[in-house]
């Protein structure tokens, strides 16, 4: 079972909580760009988000992957790690690195509450041979480039991005 809570710094009370039994988290992220909370759900592995203007919803999480995932109860998602830099979120599985981003499309589809839809595409990071190293253990950002360590080796890999930022 796994808890969120969102915490108003002034009066110093909880204003929205969600206590979850199905799909718990592994890891949790937040991103202000995007006004979003991204969690990788710990059983299916699979990457949710919950639009911080909808909150009030019963079960506001949307799934980005594998919707059949969240129910099988496997634990793909342990282990797994994400963190938000930007207008993207980047999750790592095993020793594979996802990126996430949101595709802007000029659409007036609404959801029941009103707000837009929104879109994300995954893309797969690294090399073909790199995929299925090691499993990465932590990830770090500092302008165009993205810090990535990996279980059992002493280094630490930096990735280059071509354009201003990740």
């Known amino acids: 079972m796994g808890d969120i809570k969102l915490w108003d710094i002034r009066s110093g009370k909880a204003v929205w909580e969600l206590k979850e039994k199905i799909d718990c988290f592994s890891d949790v992220t937040v991103s ?47 282990g797994c790690k994400i963190e938000s830099h930007g207008n ?20 007036s589809r609404k959801s029941e509450d009103g707000l837009e839809d929104r879109v994300f595409r995954r893309n797969l990071m690294g090399r073909v041979k790199d995929i299925g190293g090691s499993r990465i253990t932590h990830m770090g950002f500092g302008g165009n480039k993205i810090f990535v360590t990996r279980k059992d080796q002493q280094s630490v890999e930096v990735w280059q991005s071509s354009v201003r930022g990740f």
Request: net charge negative; proline share 1%; glycine share 12%.
């Open 32 to 78: 202000d760009n995007l006004s979003i909370i991204f969690k990788v759900g710990v059983n299916s592995g699979e990457v949710l988000f919950a639009d911080l203007r909808n909150l009030g919803a019963e079960n506001p999480w949307v799934c980005l992957g594998d919707k059949r995932k969240v129910v099988n109860g496997k634990k793909e998602g342990v």
């Open 88 to 107: 993207q979120v980047f999750c790592s599985k095993g020793g594979d690195l996802e990126l996430w981003s949101e595709v802007l499309i000029n659409s």
